[in-house]
């Protein structure tokens, strides 16, 4: 079972440069989010979408954007790399937004901008 | 600000004691979860707690949701040092976004 699948795994940029962070789940679920992750800080949610073609922001959106074009794949993209952004990065779905779902998370992207 | 505060951030005990982890917020959530994560991974979940009073077991862990569904606890029992990790309470505010508290590591030690 494939799950939610993150890719890269780990990647290295310089400052300014733009990349985009892919996710895809074949779990057929509405809900897609992503997270970055920082020491002494948790999960901090930047994007999220309840479904193809609706994206919303979340507690951290800003030099990041999002899109939903279809169910499976819900990419995060860095338009201008800032040494701030580097985390790392997960991606959750969710077979719709109610509370008692369970996340199922990716591995993570762990990113670092010098 | 962190909405969710999770106390404490670090725990190292012995094999065989008991231990609490809380989760403590002034928001309310519709409902609150538990997740575990471990190095490299992503984090997965524990349990959903719904219902303000809620108990909820597995195994030798216990999830409690307060009355006001602003605060949970983890407490395990007779802990092993299979139960390493990092521990995360995550609540759902109204609106479908889900928020995290910074997590609790423990180490169990044979």
């Known amino acids: 079972n494939a799950g939610v699948t993150q890719t890269p795994k780990f990647q290295v940029l310089k400052t300014g440069q733009s990349m985009t962070l892919q996710c895809a789940q074949d779990m057929n679920h509405e809900y897609m989010s992503w997270y970055r992750q920082d020491p002494g800080m948790g999960l901090r949610l930047i994007h999220y979408?309840?479904?193809?073609?609706?994206?919303d922001q979340g507690e951290v959106p800003n030099g990041y954007n999002v899109s939903r074009s279809t169910t499976e794949d819900f990419p995060l993209r860095l338009l201008s790399a800032a040494p701030s952004q580097t985390s790392v990065y997960f991606c959750?779905?969710?077979?719709?937004?109610?509370?008692?779902?369970?996340?199922?998370f990716g591995d993570g992207t762990r990113l670092s901008i010098l | 600000t962190q909405l969710l505060e999770q106390s404490p951030q670090f725990l190292s005990i012995q094999e065989g004691e008991n231990l609490t982890v809380y989760c403590n917020s002034s928001s309310v959530f519709s409902s609150l979860q538990w997740y575990r994560q471990e190095p490299g991974e992503g984090p997965v979940l524990l349990v959903t707690?719904?219902?303000?009073?809620e108990v909820k077991k597995l195994k030798r862990l216990t999830f409690q949701f307060g009355d006001a569904r602003k605060d949970s606890s983890l407490h395990i029992t007779a802990a092993q040092p299979g139960d390493t990790g990092l521990y995360l309470c995550?609540?759902?505010?109204?609106?479908?976004?889900?928020?995290f508290g910074a997590g609790t590591i423990l180490r169990v030690k044979s």
């Open positions: 959750a779905s969710s077979s719709t937004g109610a509370s008692n779902q369970p996340q199922h």
């Open positions: 995550a609540g759902m505010e109204y609106g479908n976004k889900l928020v």
């Open positions: 979408s309840v479904g193809a073609g609706i994206t």
């Open positions: 707690v719904v219902t303000g009073g």
